[in-house]
Nanobody
Framework: QVQLAESGGGLVQAGGSLRLSCAASGSTFAINTIGWYRQAPGKQRELVATIISGGTTNYQDSVKGRFTISRDSAKNAAYLQMNSLKPEDTAVYYC??????????????WGQGTQVTVSP
């Protein structure tokens, strides 16, 4: 089974930066899509950024130019570099890995979430 462990959240002032990490363990074999999502209090979970196996990235409009998603295939890890943070970026951030095992069994797994709080 694939499991994800997130780290890197915290409290930062507006304009500051944080880097989130997500490390996968278990039988990842082929990771097709990695996504970072966030959920603010009272709101639905929303997609922040994705990166596919070929390296193509996609971002929510509100974070374009401020956030960068990346992956390290050798380490089965993903990162979200967040710069110029705003109070509205405050949320619990989740990583998501989708792929398949060596036996072609698909998986869609989530990290436990990490809190990001941006103060004015």
């Amino acid at each position: 089974q694939v499991q994800l462990a997130e780290s890197g959240g915290g409290l930062v002032q507006a304009g500051g930066s944080l880097r989130l990490s997500c490390a996968a363990s278990g039988s990842t074999f082929a990771i097709n899509t990695i996504g970072w999502y966030r959920q603010a209090p009272g709101k639905q979970r929303e997609l922040v950024a994705t990166i596919i196996s070929g390296g193509t990235t996609n971002y929510q409009d509100s974070v374009k130019g401020r956030f960068t998603i990346s992956r390290d295939s050798a380490k089965n890890a993903a990162y979200l570099q967040m710069n110029s943070l705003k109070p509205e970026d405050t949320a619990v951030y989740y990583c998501n890995f989708r792929g398949h095992s060596a036996l072609s069994l698909s998986y869609n797994v989530w990290g436990q979430g990490t809190q990001v709080t941006v103060s004015p």
